[in-house]
């Protein structure tokens, strides 16, 4: 059993039919890909991942329980984070004080000082954020506005949020769309680096196939909302099936 189960998951949008029985098991403390052409299903399947659509068939569970019909909150007290295509920062803010945010989520989703615990004062939690910047090799930086820094480093704060909350499972949306090749190459070894030093799962969608192969220890291919194939990255590789899914041909 995967720390991540989907079973049977099937969802229409009124005459299309977007995923169809599908089947999928991440296991825990891996790093795993979903990839396929455009309008292969694979943002639909991520949305039911974390409760923002709800099958019309089928199951998906995390860690033995449910996801289907929480709120985005609930998703993040299960242990769930997810990094959307476009950062979602606060541009306006600090670095770091986009950074102390997290700190002060509260469990009904407020936000306030003391949230942790009940206990963590203003300086506490300043040294928190700063804390995850270092790990983000990002302290440098602490002092900047977000909206005046790079589509990478938005990406690795991004990331940064996230992890401070010490998710469980971190479900990644396209995270290296729209960057140069060299924040491409950072956010890689930034997720390397992550998978080293902790216990955590990865789930990712992704169209480069660069960032794929460079991360991913199990691939699942998606074509027309339904897996063809799930395989390790080499036997992924060249895979008729994926090539057709791909390049419309058979090989």
């Known amino acids: 059993m995967g720390i991540l189960e989907v079973k049977n998951v099937g969802k229409r949008f009124g005459g299309l039919q977007a ?26 399947l991520l949305n039911c991942f974390v409760g923002k659509l709800i099958p019309d068939t089928g199951s998906v569970m995390f860690d033995g329980q449910s996801v289907l019909g929480r709120s985005p909150h609930e998703i993040n007290q299960m242990g769930i984070s997810r990094v959307f295509q476009t950062p979602e920062i606060f541009g306006d803010l600090t670095v770091l004080e986009n950074m102390m945010i997290p700190c002060f989520a509260k469990r009904d989703g407020s936000f306030e000082l003391n949230a942790l615990s009940g206990v963590m004062s203003q300086k506490d939690i300043i040294e928190r954020a700063e804390h995850v910047l270092e790990d983000m090799n990002m302290a440098d930086k602490r002092h900047m506005h977000a909206a005046s820094m790079s589509r990478g480093d938005k990406r690795r704060l991004e990331i940064g949020m996230c992890l401070s909350q010490e998710p469980r499972l971190l479900l990644l949306d ?11 190459n950072n956010t890689i070894d930034l997720l390397k680096e992550i998978k080293e030093k ?29 897996p063809l194939v799930e395989d390790t990255p080499e036997n ?3 895979h008729p099936k994926v090539r057709e899914a791909y390049l419309g041909e058979s090989a």
Not at 24 to 43: D, F, Q, R, Y
Not at 174 to 184: K, L, Q
């Open 19 to 44: 995923l169809s029985n599908v089947n999928l098991s991440v296991a825990e403390n891996t790093v795993h890909a979903i990839i396929g052409p455009n309008g292969a299903g694979k943002s639909t």
């Open 174 to 184: 396209e995270p290296t769309a729209g960057m140069a090749r060299a924040d491409t």
């Open 236 to 238: 992924i590789k060249g």
């Open 198 to 226: 902790r216990d955590i799962t990865i789930a990712i969608i992704e169209h480069d196939m660069h960032v794929v192969f460079s991360l991913a220890e199990r691939i699942t291919v998606l074509a027309q909302g339904t």
